[in-house]
Every structure is written in C-alpha cells, then in structure tokens.
C-alpha cells in the first residue's frame, strides 16, 4: 500500500506540473492550444492535413525533397472531445492511473524507486506479470478515452517520435474514424520521412491508399523514398504522378524536376535528364552546380552546342569545384569536340589531363587519332602503342591499333619497329586492315625481301577489282620486279618487267640498270649492253649509280673478251676507286690480253698485277676470300709469272710460280716453264723435277679427261662430253675407241654431219675380233650394228634419203622391229619413190605392237600411205580404205577432203563424194585457185550427169555466167 500511495503522489505532481501554468485556462482551451501551435509549426502535419512536409533538399548527389505545408486543421467528429480539460480528464481516471503510472514507466522509461528495484525475484516475476496487465489496462483505457491520437499528436509536436509512434500505431488498432485512420498514417508517413526509415514510410503509404496518397499530395514522398532506396521505376512513376497532381505547388515541382533529372542522369536516360534539368532552369543549375549533368546528358544526345555551353558553364563557376570534377569535365569536353570533328580543341582539352590520367580514362586512341590528325606523329605512336597494351579495354580493336601503330611508323620512316609490329599483325590482319603497300614497303627496308614480295602480291591479288591507275599498277609491279631481283631470281624478275612495265615507266623509275643486270647474270650480254647504255642516257641516272654502271659494262665486256671496250669503260673510274674495289686484276689481265696488238700494255699489266697482289688480305692460299678472288689471285701469279717468262726474267718468274701449289701449276701447265727457268739460272735437280712432273701430268691429264667425257655422257651431259672429246683430238678419240661414243653425242645436240662423221671413223677403224674373245666380239658386232642404226637416223635427219636406205638395209628385220624403226625406214623408201617398199614398211610399222603407243605416228602413217596410193600408185581403191579408217576431223586437219571425195567418186559413192566436194571448197576458200575449182567442177559434172535436179542447175549457172568462165566457177563454189 505504500508503494501504491507512492505511485498516486508521483502522477499526480508530473501531471500538475506538466498542465499547472494555464490551469486556469479550460481544458479545451489548452487542447486547442496544443493543437493550434502544432498544426502550424514548420514541421508538424495535422491527423487531417491535405499535404506531407518530406524535410530540406538533398545535395547534388542526392534526390531534392517537397516543400512544406500550410493548410489548416480538419477537427472532424472529435471536435467535442476537444472541450475537456485534460486535467479533469486525468482526475476522472485516477483510479486507473495507479496501474496505468507504472504501465507508463516501463513503456517510457522513467525512473524507479530504490524500493522498486530491490525486490526479491519472486517479486520481480511477479511485477512482470502486473506490468503487462497494467500495459493492457492503459492501453485499453487510453483507446477506451479515445486519448491515443491526442497522446502521439502531443508527442509529435515535442519531436519524440518514438513516442508518437506507438501512440499513432496504438491509434490504428481501433481507429474511431477513416478520417482518423488516414490522419494517423499520414503521419507515420512524416515521421518514418524524416528518420529516414523509407521502408517503413512505404508501407505506412501502401496502407494509406492511392486515392488518399493523391488527396494528400504525397507522390513526391513515396517517390523521393523509393528513390532512396533505389527502387528506380517506382521512383519516376511518383514523381511523374506528382507532377501531373492538381494539388502539387510551384515550388514543390521544382523539386520534383530536380529529382527527376537527377535520377534520369543516373539511369542513364539523358534525353528525360535533359528535359527536366531545363525546366529547372539556369539559375538553379548554377546555384546548384548541375552545370555538368546538364552538359554531359546534352553531350550523350548528341546536342553540341548546348552541351558546350553547359561545360563552359560549369568551368565558369568552378572556383570551388574539385581537381576530379575539373578532369571529367576536360574529359567530357575532349570527347565532345572529338566527336565533332573539331581537334584542336579537342586535343587542347584532352592535353589538361595527365598521361596517368589518359591512360586510367582509356583515351590512348582518342589521344592518338588527335596527334597523328595535327601531325604529331612520334606522339601518336606513345599512345598506341599503350593500346596495344591493353587488350582488356580494347578487345579487338587492339588489332586495330596495332596495325594504325604500324601504319604511322612506316610513314615515320622507322621501318624495323614497323616491321616488328606487322609481324605480331600476321597476314591475316594486314590483310583485313588493307596494309598491305606499307607492309611490303617496311619489310623491303629491312631488306627482308621474301615477306615484301608477298605483300605487293597480295595487293594486286586483292586489288584487282578495284580502280587502281594504270600507274599504280605499274608502280607496283616494279617494286614486285626489283625483290625478285634482290632475291637473285632474276628469270622472274624479267618476266615481270617485260610483261608488265611500259617502256615509260621503265625510263621514268630508272629501272635499266636492274633490267641490264638480270640479263648479264643470265648470259644475255649484249642486251645486258643496250640497256646499261640505255641507263648511262637516261638523266635521271646518279653519279653512284653510273660508277657501278661503268664497273658493270667494263666486267661484261671482260666476260665477252673485249678487251679494249673493257679498258674503255675501266678508264671512266677513279683509279682508287679500281683498287678499292679489287679491280686491279681485271685492267691488268685486260692489258695483258692486248699485248699482242700493243706492247707498251706490258708494262700497265705488269703495273695492275701488282697493285692487286699489293692488296691487303690476299694471300696464296687465298685465306677468307670469296672463291672468284681465289681465282683471280692464282690467275695473277700465273700471268704475271708468265710475262716475266716472256721477258726472260727467270727469277722474277719463279718468284710469282713459286706461289702456287703442285695443282695449280700442274693446271695452268707451268712444269714445262718452270723447268726452263730453273735450267736458266743452273738449278739442275729443280730443272729435272720439273720436266717430269709434266711428262706425267700430260699422261694424267688425258686420263682424266677421257674420264670426265665418259662421265659427262653417262648423265646426257652430251654437249660437255663432245666438246672435251673434240678437244683432245682425232688420234687420243681413236686411241681409246671413243669414236661411237662421240658420234653419238654429237648425234644427240643435232650435229648429224659431225656425227656421221665419227661413226665411219669408228667402222673404219673397228678392230679384228679375231684374237678377241667372243663376249668382247659380239659386243663390238652389236656396236656396229648400232652404228649403222644411228647413221640411217642421221642421213634420214638430214634429207639423205639414199645413204639412210644404204645403212638401213644393213641391218636386220629383227633388229629394225625390235628397235621400232618401220616407219622412219618406210619414209626414206617413200622419198625414193620405191612406194611399194614404203607401203612394206609402213604396213610392219602398223602391224607392230609398240606403235600403239604413238597415236600421232599411226596417224602419220594413215597419211603417207595414202599419199603413196593415191599419189605414187594411183591407186584409189587402196587409198580410200586407209581414208575409212579417219574420222571427218582427221580428214579435214589432215587436208584430205579433196581426195576423199575422189576416191568415193571413184567407188561410184555419189552421196559420199559430193559431200566431201562441198567440204573441200568450204574449208579452202582462201586457197582455190581457177585450176582447182575448174577439176572440181568437172568431176562433180561427171558425177551428176544423169541427175535431172542437177544439170538445170548447171545450166542456171552457165547462163548466169554470161560466158565469163570464172564468174560460173565462182557461182558453181557458191552454190
């Protein structure tokens, strides 16, 4: 009971304190009051206010909120309650308020006594339970009194939303009126606003409804919430609703479009963001530095000029704006004028930024096109080639990028790096970019010939369809000309330029030095010749160039042993410049040559001989020299040796043999000279040995020779074998029994007379086989055998038909079967006239079954046994079988018609012989003469003679003719 007198004492001082300064005042009053002053405060929203006051605007990054709101209060059917006094009211309830005071404690928290907290546990359970009766019994007695709106109003206005929240909630429980029910969650929407809690806002909202959602103007509430929490479409749903909402002031749809903006910014919607940024307003956009988001969404929809003014904007109030902004704006404006096409200022904007920042930003390309545009070359390389590095951002245009890289340092002139980057291209990619012309070109630079031939190939492959002018093409086709000559394919090289360069170009480009020395590198000397003087003529011709083209002609004439020529063109360059370029042995060799027309040269050739042999890095031995100076090293010391040999100088001609090796010397024949010399200045021993090192070297030679013939001709090399078997003369051929052998070969390069020529050299001197074994008898016998074979063949090769039959008729029928030699026999017959033994031979030729093979020569045979019938015998019956067995075509390619249709006159076949008559005059129009046509015409007219349709048509002709006999035969051929 102490306790309970306790809680009665303590309610009623906070009461009496919380009402005692206007007590004298009615309840209603104060009631009023309270209400009054909280209706009309700058925060508060009344149970039945028409608008929502959503708090104080967002920061640019943020969505702006509504005005507040000041319209008055709707009292509704509480208005009576109103009228108590709310001391009374409490007085009236104390015996309620015993329990209800510590139901309130435990709600609200206010302080305990000591005696409350002291209890035993028992009590304390005990409490606990009182405790939730009493929270009922205030609960209900609070809803009983209809007190809870009144208790959360009177919290509300106090900023103690926690406490008006249970009371508004309390409230909602058992709300006494919709009105109330749509008051109290009108402002549970407020406060849930103003903490912030939008989720809770949102629902409080759900349960308020779209009608009183609308009524009460709170779009821009719900809309701003689900902006908060990024419910984006429901967000533009609100805020547009609000904006079409009657009741939404001026003020309140500024912000509306604020946030509107701002949300379609983010969204990415610049078109909607544009629009709502402009029914803003300048002075709002600067005021609120959205002079950006203006821009880049005006920049997004591809408005430059107004972008542009909004980025200007924006800088010029950008005192205060941080570095990060300054460089997207840089950035964006850099795009703004790319895009555009304007550069320099595009590149002066971009140029604010640093390089860390360009590379973060990924404006490498864009920085690249700009430099390589304003011509800043070197620069636009740095950047791609950082493209290049960033496959990640630039997917497949880091190709791209790499064949632009690649592009700019071919026209840079830095061919090797170009040349590096096609190479990570590959053809696939330069093929697909069209680099082809800076591809070929680099790889030519970097004298990598082969890949630069590709490429020009690939371009006229690729551009074939394409409207390429005609100097183009032949400025491609002489770049395609001149690898191949760099490559050393010289016959291709040729081809190219003669089938596809016009002389002009030829001229113009300065291309006859290349053309003359693809033909001296394949033995065309004397075109060689024409056009080195061709390139000597043109002005175009450098001084460099024309040096090389004197050394060029004086090598060719050397080659072609002009000596004179050579020494002509050898004086038209510096005489240092000989020594430099080791031609001090070319002049000496071609003085020595002229000695005999000149002998004051003796003295000039013994001059250059020397000079070369003064050359650094040559040696006897020819240590690290190519093999041509190997040569000419060994040539000087033999020549030079020889002069002083000449001249008697027998130790100064020692000095120069003693350079060379046994095998040179033995080569060049020098045994016999140094032998002399030797003898001259009394060195005996060396005289001796000399002499018989050539006796042996002679013996040894012939061998060696006769061998090589042998081994030229074993592998058809027939030329080579001819000639060294011709060299070593008729008694050394005869000697070893070489005379078949020569005969043949010279048979085979088509010298049949020289042929001839050594096979009866061979049968005369063919030896007795008498002593001879018979393997080597019948070897020899089957020798001449063949000898005849090949003799006939050659008499045959050259028209001489006689002494072809002479030696044909020596030789066996086995052998001329087995050999199928019928038909070359049967034509000797046939240019003899003796048709019978040609018809013999040619019928053995058809008749053997190694003919079937060669369709062409049955078919000659068809044709000379014809010839044979119907020429040599007159024989028309034999000669129209063989014409049977062609076809009309052979008939016609073989010119036979004429004697087809003799022949089938002949067998009385007049169908047969008047078609091949019209044939014949069809297919020789051009080469009937009158003499023809008139044997035509009379052996058709014998033909027909009975046949009434054609002898009208005769005299039809005659009559036309008018006597004129070649106008009738000119109607006859064209009837």
């Given at each position: ?48 206010s ?33 009228q108590w ?17 510590l ?46 709106f009144?208790?959360?109003?009177f ?98 749809m ?9 949300l ?78 304007q550069?320099?200022?595009a ?89 082809f ?26 551009k ?19 690898l ?30 290349m ?26 011709s ?16 050397f ?7 050579c ?48 050359l ?130 010279l ?21 007795d086989?008498?002593s ?50 019928e ?5 000797c ?13 040619y ?50 390619e ?34 009937l ?5 008139e ?41």
């Open positions: 009971m102490a306790t309970l007198r306790k809680i009665v004492s303590i309610v009623t001082r906070s009461f009496y304190r919380a009402t005692s300064k206007q007590l004298c005042k009615p309840s209603s009053t104060l009631l009023h009051h309270h209400y009054k002053q909280y209706s009309t405060t700058t925060n508060g929203i009344t149970p039945s028409s608008s929502s006051s959503p708090g104080a605007a967002q920061s640019r990054s943020g969505p702006h909120s509504q005005s507040q709101s000041k319209s008055p209060p709707i009292i509704s059917n509480h208005s009576k309650r109103f006094s709310a001391t009374g009211k409490l007085i009236c309830l104390f015996s309620v308020t015993t329990v209800s005071y139901a309130y404690k435990r709600l609200f928290g206010t302080h305990s006594t000591a005696e409350d907290h002291s209890s035993s546990p028992s009590s304390s359970t005990n409490s606990n339970a009182f405790m939730q009766s009493a929270i009922k019994l205030f609960e209900h007695k609070v809803c009983e009194h209809n007190l809870s009144r208790m959360a109003l919290f509300d206005t106090r900023k103690q939303y926690d406490r008006a929240l249970y009371f508004y909630k309390l409230f909602l429980r058992k709300p006494s009126t919709k009105k109330g029910e749509s008051a109290a969650l009108n402002n549970l929407v407020v406060i849930y606003y103003r903490r912030n809690e939008f989720e809770n806002a949102l629902i409080a909202l759900k349960l308020l409804g779209k009608a009183q959602i609308q009524e009460r103007n709170l779009e821009f509430v719900r809309a701003h919430c689900h902006h908060s929490l990024k419910q984006f479409d429901d967000a533009l749903k609100y805020y547009e609703l609000f904006i079409r909402n009657p009741h939404s002031k001026a003020t309140d500024t912000a509306a479009y604020n946030n509107l903006a701002l379609c910014y983010e969204l990415g919607r610049y078109d909607d963001a544009a629009k709502y940024f402009q029914l803003i307003g300048d002075d709002k956009i600067v005021d609120k530095n959205y002079a950006f988001r203006v821009a880049h969404s005006l920049q997004n929809i591809d408005e430059f000029e107004r972008s542009l003014k909004y980025y200007n904007l924006y800088l010029a109030h950008s005192d205060d704006a941080s570095q990060l902004n300054l460089r997207d704006t840089y950035h964006n404006l850099g795009v703004l004028f790319y895009d555009h096409g550069d320099a200022e590149l002066q904007m971009l140029r604010k930024l640093s390089r860390a920042e360009i590379e973060h930003r990924n404006l490498e390309f864009k920085m690249a096109h700009l430099c390589a545009k304003m011509g800043d070359k070197s620069t636009a390389i740095e950047y791609l080639r950082a493209c290049t590095l960033k496959p990640e951002v630039y997917k497949e245009y880091a190709l791209i990028c790499r064949g632009i890289l690649a592009q700019l340092l071919y026209e840079t002139q830095e061919y090797a790096q170009a040349c590096v980057e096609f190479d990570e291209l590959g053809e696939a990619q330069i093929v697909k970019q069209d680099l012309f800076a591809a070929a070109y680099s790889y030519a630079q970097c004298e990598e010939y082969a890949k630069a031939l590709r490429f020009y190939e690939l371009l006229l492959q690729h074939s369809g394409e409207k390429l002018s005609v100097e183009e093409q032949q400025y491609i086709w002489s770049r395609i000309a001149v191949q000559y760099r490559l050393h394919d010289y016959t291709s090289a040729l081809d190219t330029l003669n089938q596809h360069l016009q002389s002009q170009y030829i001229a113009q480009w300065n291309l006859e030095f053309l003359a020395h693809c033909h001296q590198k394949l033995g065309a000397y004397h075109e060689a010749i024409t056009f080195y003087q061709q390139f000597l003529a043109n002005k175009h450098e001084i460099g160039d024309i040096q090389k083209c004197y050394q060029n002609l004086a090598l060719l004439y080659d072609l042993r002009q000596f004179a020529k020494i002509e063109y050898f004086a038209l360059i510096d005489d240092e410049e000989i020594s430099a370029l080791h031609l001090d042995f070319y002049v000496a060799r071609c003085y020595h040559e002229l000695t005999s027309y000149n002998a004051n040269f003796v003295e000039l050739a013994v001059k250059y001989y020397k000079r070369y042999l003064k650094p890095g040559l040696d006897a031995h020819g240590i690290n020299m190519d093999v041509q100076h190997q040569a000419n090293l060994v040539d000087a010391y033999t020549s030079l040796g020889a002069i002083y040999f000449d001249q008697q100088q027998w130790r100064n001609a020692l000095d120069m043999f003693e350079h060379l090796n046994e095998d040179q010397i033995l080569r060049f024949e020098l045994a016999d000279k140094m032998s002399a010399c030797y003898a001259a200045i009394g060195d005996e021993a060396s005289e001796q040995k000399y002499l018989n090192l050539a006796a042996q070297h002679t013996v040894q030679k012939k061998e060696k020779e006769i061998s090589l013939a042998q081994f030229y001709y074993n592998i058809h090399q027939n030329q080579l074998a001819a000639d060294m078997l011709l060299a070593l003369g008729d008694d050394v051929i005869v000697e070893h029994d070489m005379e078949f052998m020569l005969a043949h070969c048979q085979l390069v088509g010298d049949n007379a020289g042929a001839i020529k050594y096979y009866l050299l061979g049968l005369n001197n063919a030896h086989g008498g001879d074994g018979d393997a080597e008898q019948e070897q020899k016998q089957e020798e001449v055998v063949n000898a005849w074979h090949n003799i006939g063949c050659a008499y045959h090769d050259i028209a001489d038909y006689e002494h072809a039959a002479e030696y044909f008729g020596k030789l066996s029928m086995a052998h001329i079967q087995r050999t199928n030699t038909f070359i026999v049967a034509v017959y046939h240019h003899l006239k003796r048709y019978q033994d040609a018809l013999r031979y019928q053995l030729y058809l008749d053997n079954a190694l003919s079937e093979h060669d369709e062409q020569s049955v078919k000659s045979c068809y044709n000379n046994m014809i010839i044979c019938y119907f020429y040599g015998l007159k024989d028309l019956q034999n000669a129209y079988e063989y014409l049977s067995r062609m076809s009309d075509d052979d008939i016609v073989r010119k036979f018609l004429y004697e087809m249709a003799r022949c089938a006159q002949h067998k009385n076949d007049r169908e047969q012989s008047m078609k091949y008559y019209q044939l014949f005059l069809k297919h020789n129009q051009e080469a003469n009158e003499e023809i046509i044997n035509v015409y009379q052996n058709v007219h014998s033909l027909c003679v009975d046949d009434k349709q054609f002898m009208p048509q005769i005299q039809k002709i005659k009559e036309n003719g008018h006597g004129d006999k070649q106008k009738e035969l000119q109607l006859f051929v064209a009837w």
